[in-house]
């Protein structure tokens, strides 16, 4: 197994299955009384975040403390980043203390790629600018795959803020190396130069997808990365590219809706798609806790 986990391209089809099955049989010890492994007892997971966080560093703490590692939990507010200390300077520090595994999100595309180059432990992409998010595609895959079985030629559909989204280019391609078909469909302006290069397909008509749709990926419209007007107004934007009950019902009846939260509700999606019986944002968040368990036991594992 791989020693980082930077990309999701780090992950071929066999190591991404790999991952999936192990997170079925971490979800598994989520029934139990005592949902604790003694896999990591004695190392050290440290988490790193310099952007917010709501559930990546919630799920990696859980995940890290289910399989009994130590947590070190560490937010750029209030550490000495603050007073102007460098990433290279903080890696060496957690360097010093022992850390086996640094779990880091980070405004700047590429910063995990840079850490990795500092320390000795594992490094863990939780996100880095508009960059990757590769264990939310791990999770977003293993949704998939508990909902509609095989992953291969099923057709998903990722609609919205394509341009900030880091969730949309590991899942791209995650997808791809698991041979699913990707449609992704966004406002011209939100759509990146060069996607034409990636393995899916662009449509800026969500209508006509839709019904040809496994599974629909909305996503958050990023407002803190737009310097500028993408769009004309949030009530058109939800206009043509938000999932609202009418357009829900142009799915078809097996199909699942999914969205990496936080959610702007009534933006890219109502209510009423985001609560219905379709939805699997909640089960993508519980999914998190077993497939990061499943990503920390395997890269730890091959580095002793
Ligand atoms: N939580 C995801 C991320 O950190 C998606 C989002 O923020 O919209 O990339």
Partial sequence: MIQHLLSASDLDATAATLILDTATEMAAMADRDVKKLPTLRGRTVVNLFYEDSTRTRISFEAAAKRLSADVINFS???????????????????????????VIRHPASGAPHRLATWIAGSVLNAGDGTHEHPTQALLDAYTLRSRLGEIAGRHVVIVGDVLHSRVARSNVVLLDTLGAKVTLVAPPTLVP?????????????????????????????QKERMGEAYFPSAREYSRRYGLDGPRMRRLPG????????????????????????????????????????????HLLGSVK
């Fill in 254 to 297: 097996h199909a699942i809706v999914m969205h990496p939260g936080p959610m702007n509700r009534g933006m890219e999606i109502t209510p009423e798609v985001a609560d219905s019986a379709r939805s699997t944002i909640v089960e993508q968040v519980a999914n998190g806790v077993a497939v990061r368990m499943a990503v920390l036991y």
């Fill in 76 to 102: 750029a507010k209030g550490s000495s980043v603050s007073k102007g200390e460098s990433l290279k300077d903080t890696a060496l520090t957690l360097q010093a203390m022992g850390a086996d595994a640094v």
């Fill in 193 to 221: 130069v060069g996607a034409g290069a990636w393995p899916a397909d662009v449509s800026f008509d969500l209508d006509r997808v839709l019904p040809d749709a496994d599974a629909v990926m909305m996503l958050r419209v």
